[in-house]
């Protein structure tokens, strides 16, 4: 299947740092990208959309300054955590869907520690 | 309407098994089934996936078996095995939209 890479796979970082998560489609193109969050034991909630070259569409409760969203080329997105606070801990993950099918593709996962 | 059910939340499955994980949706909009499959600390993966127009697809051990009319659908793994034991999550669609998930399932299979 298409591959989706994400770096880095794990980030410790102090509170109130920024940290940028990268997304990358690495054999097709991705016209939209989705960020994730999950908690232990529990499904992916999704966080937010992005669409090559316009803005994101955040989900009902994220905050968009907070999490800034870029998808600025047809392989790549990226997610920074804007003043990262303990609570912001998570595992983030994107996907990216192949813009010549409906298929979705993950990425690996980024773990992110605030301490 | 834009819900999907997962059902059992965890399974426990001796090696040889058959593994079943039940979806149901509201949404007769989705026409677009996948399963990804979830190894601790990792992206889930794609494992198979069905559209409306066919009641089974097969690949391998895993089988999807769609049922239209009572907008169910669900995962068999046959022959079970332990390297199987992962989280797998159901979810569905429509052209343009986003990935509606189910809950999860946490399957172990023991050897």
């Known amino acids: 299947g298409a591959v989706v890479s994400q770096h880095p796979s794990r980030v410790i970082c102090k509170s109130g740092t920024s940290v940028k998560i990268e997304c990358r489609s690495l054999?097709?193109?991705?016209?939209?990208m989705f960020w994730y969050r999950q908690f232990p034991k529990q499904s992916l909630m999704l966080m937010a959309t992005?669409?090559?070259?316009?803005?994101?569409?955040?989900e009902q409760g994220v905050e968009k300054d907070k999490f800034l969203i870029n998808h600025a080329s047809l392989t790549l997105s990226t997610l920074t955590v804007t003043s990262a606070h303990p609570e912001d801990s998570s595992f983030y993950i994107c996907?990216?869907?192949?813009?010549?099918?409906?298929?979705?593709?993950f990425g690996p996962g980024t773990r992110l520690l605030v301490l | 309407q834009q819900q999907v059910k997962q059902s059992p939340q965890s399974l426990i499955v001796q090696k040889g098994g058959i593994s079943i994980i039940n979806c149901a949706y509201e949404?007769?909009?989705?026409?677009?089934f996948p399963w990804y499959q979830q190894f601790p600390g990792k992206g889930p993966a794609l494992l198979i996936a069905i559209r409306p127009d066919v009641s089974e697809k097969k690949e391998g051990r895993f089988t999807i078996s769609f049922n239209k009319s009572a907008k169910q659908f669900s995962l068999h793994i046959m022959d079970s095995q332990p390297g199987d034991s992962a989280t797998y999550f159901c979810?569905?669609?429509?052209?343009?939209?986003?990935?509606?998930f189910g809950e999860g399932t946490q399957l172990t299979v023991n050897p």
């Open positions: 979810a569905a669609m429509y052209s343009g939209s986003r990935l509606t």
């Open positions: 992005s669409n090559e070259g316009s803005k994101a569409t955040y």
């Open positions: 054999d097709f193109q991705a016209t939209t």
């Open positions: 949404n007769t909009a989705f026409d677009y």
């Open positions: 996907s990216a869907r192949d813009s010549k099918q409906e298929t979705q593709y």
